[in-house]
């Protein structure tokens, strides 16, 4: 449980309030597209560029959230509309990845949780076994991407942001009962301790293994500044994603893992509150990354709930600090913009800087609807 104190909650109240009314009108702009950013303030649509893009999700979860707070219905028909435009994926199949987890559990797991819809049930067990089949038994890691270029070869790669991929494997073993689909998860995470958590609780990005003995053969800066850096958005997708595989199976050492990378997390915040897209990027210039930020303080937060009183506070507090400066400094709460974060970065070496990101208003929103204390938890 977490006990906020009275002006915390007045807080909470106040941007739920500024939530609900922005997207009482956002939706009704988007209520057919897929949004990934914004141009000139509206949203772009993923169903006419690139319907495998790995965040495609975000948008029918922000609109289950909105659904489970307000019972209005456009959001559940909106959230209908992107689940089933995500089924050419299926029928294309060449394209899809690692991240069917971020695409479907928004969308199917989150549709079925909440109506029983059986279409939506089968739209993830294909999502599942899909995901399942990437594991790579030699080296105990789900495989992240297929080549894309004649030049690569990624059959050895594993990045850390398929940690919160492995809840739609949770979910597949508990509905069907069948242990397979958490084993693979389980194994991945043992992997992933072992050789994506540095001893001073930063991550990697990413980790190349023999695809076809195991080991490690070397790590990459991926989306962060230089190898051996340290890509911020990487060390919350390992916060909270160590996080969600204690939530479904209890195992203590992936709350410490969670714990760890928390631990460094903190210590590196700077005093405004605001994430470089890297802890280790030069001083200038001064890279941000809001998205960062707001996926660290859901981490934080379910954290918080799962330890002892004595600790709670500090994840709490943390959490609190990273979403109040989020509102109060990067956010942009007209109804006109479509868009609610500002300053979001997809990597430190990438045109798209300092862009509004779909998944950062994802979890800012997530985020809230916990503090508010009867969030509709997706993963
Ligand atoms: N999963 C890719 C990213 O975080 O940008």
Same mark, same amino acid.
Request: some cysteine.
């Given at each position: 449980?977490?006990?906020?104190?009275?002006?915390?909650?007045?807080?909470?109240?106040?941007?739920?309030?500024?939530?609900?009314?922005?997207?009482?009108?956002?939706?009704?702009?988007?209520?057919?597209?897929?949004?990934?950013?914004?141009?000139?303030?509206?949203?772009?649509?993923?169903?006419?560029?690139?319907?495998?893009?790995?965040?495609?999700?975000?948008?029918?979860?922000?609109?289950?959230?909105?659904?489970?707070?307000?019972?209005?219905?456009?959001?559940?028909?909106?959230?209908?509309?992107?689940?089933?435009?995500?089924?050419?994926?299926?029928?294309?199949?060449?394209?899809?990845?690692?991240?069917?987890?971020?695409?479907?559990?928004?969308?199917?797991?989150?549709?079925?949780?909440?109506?029983?819809?059986?279409?939506?049930?089968?739209?993830?067990?294909?999502?599942?076994?899909?995901?399942?089949?990437?594991?790579?038994?030699?080296?105990?890691?789900?495989?992240?991407?297929?080549?894309?270029?004649?030049? =690569? $070869? *990624?059959?050895?790669? &594993? #990045?850390?942001? /398929?940690?919160?991929?492995?809840?739609?494997?949770?979910?597949?073993?508990? @509905?069907?009962?069948?242990?397979?689909?958490?084993?693979?998860?389980?194994?991945?995470?043992?992997?992933?301790?072992?050789?994506?958590?540095?001893?001073?609780?930063?991550?990697?990005?990413?980790?190349?293994?023999?695809?076809?003995?195991?080991?490690?053969?070397?790590?990459?800066?991926?989306?962060?500044?230089?190898?051996?850096?340290?890509?911020?958005?990487?060390?919350?997708?390992?916060?909270?994603?160590?996080?969600?595989?204690?939530?479904?199976?209890?195992?203590?050492?992936?709350?410490?893992?969670?714990?760890?990378?928390?631990?460094?997390?903190?210590?590196?915040?700077?005093?405004?509150?605001?994430?470089?897209?890297?802890?280790?990027?030069?001083?200038?210039?001064?890279? =941000? $990354? *809001?998205?960062?930020? &707001? #996926?660290?303080? /859901?981490?934080?937060?379910?954290?918080?709930?799962?330890?002892?009183?004595? @600790?709670?506070?500090?994840?709490?507090?943390?959490?609190?600090?990273?979403?109040?400066?989020?509102?109060?400094?990067?956010?942009?709460?007209?109804?006109?913009?479509?868009?609610?974060?500002?300053?979001?970065?997809?990597?430190?070496?990438?045109?798209?800087?300092?862009?509004?990101?779909?998944?950062?208003?994802?979890?800012?929103?997530?985020?809230?609807?916990?503090?508010?204390?009867?969030?509709?938890?997706?993963?």
């Amino acid at each position: 449980m977490l006990n906020l104190l009275r002006d915390d909650q007045d807080w909470v109240e106040h941007v739920i309030a500024k939530l609900t009314a922005k997207m009482d009108a956002v939706s009704e702009r988007s209520s057919t597209k897929i949004p990934y950013t914004t141009k000139n303030g509206y949203h772009d649509n993923q169903i006419e560029t690139d319907i495998n893009w790995w965040t495609n999700g975000f948008w029918g979860g922000m609109m289950w959230l909105m659904y489970h707070e307000t019972g209005v219905p456009k959001y559940k028909e909106i959230a209908t509309f992107t689940e089933d435009a995500l089924d050419l994926c299926f029928h294309q199949f060449y394209g899809l990845h690692h991240d069917v987890g971020f695409m479907w559990l928004p969308t199917s797991v989150a549709n079925y949780k909440v109506t029983g819809n059986s279409e939506s049930r089968k739209r993830a067990m294909h999502a599942a076994n899909l995901l399942a089949g990437r594991f790579n038994l030699a080296g105990g890691f789900i495989r992240a991407w297929n080549d894309d270029t004649a030049n =690569e $070869d *990624t059959r050895g790669w &594993a #990045i850390v942001d /398929c940690m919160m991929n492995l809840p739609l494997l949770y979910w597949a073993s508990k @509905e069907t009962k069948d242990p397979r689909f958490a084993q693979i998860a389980m194994k991945h995470v043992d992997t992933a301790l072992e050789a994506f958590i540095r001893p001073d609780g930063s991550v990697n990005h990413i980790v190349e293994f023999d695809p076809f003995h195991g080991g490690v053969v070397r790590t990459y800066g991926g989306q962060g500044y230089e190898e051996g850096s340290s890509w911020t958005r990487g060390q919350t997708w390992a916060l909270y994603g160590f996080m969600m595989s204690y939530m479904h199976t209890g195992k203590p050492e992936y709350l410490q893992a969670a714990k760890r990378v928390a631990h460094y997390f903190m210590a590196n915040i700077p005093d405004n509150g605001v994430i470089p897209i890297d802890f280790r990027q030069p001083k200038e210039p001064c890279y =941000e $990354d *809001t998205t960062a930020a &707001a #996926i660290a303080a /859901c981490g934080l937060i379910e954290i918080s709930k799962a330890v002892g009183e004595y @600790e709670k506070d500090v994840y709490l507090n943390t959490a609190l600090k990273l979403l109040k400066t989020i509102d109060t400094l990067r956010c942009d709460w007209s109804t006109e913009a479509d868009h609610l974060l500002i300053n979001g970065s997809a990597a430190y070496h990438h045109q798209d800087i300092h862009i509004s990101i779909i998944y950062g208003d994802y979890y800012f929103m997530e985020a809230i609807f916990k503090l508010k204390g009867n969030d509709l938890f997706l993963w």
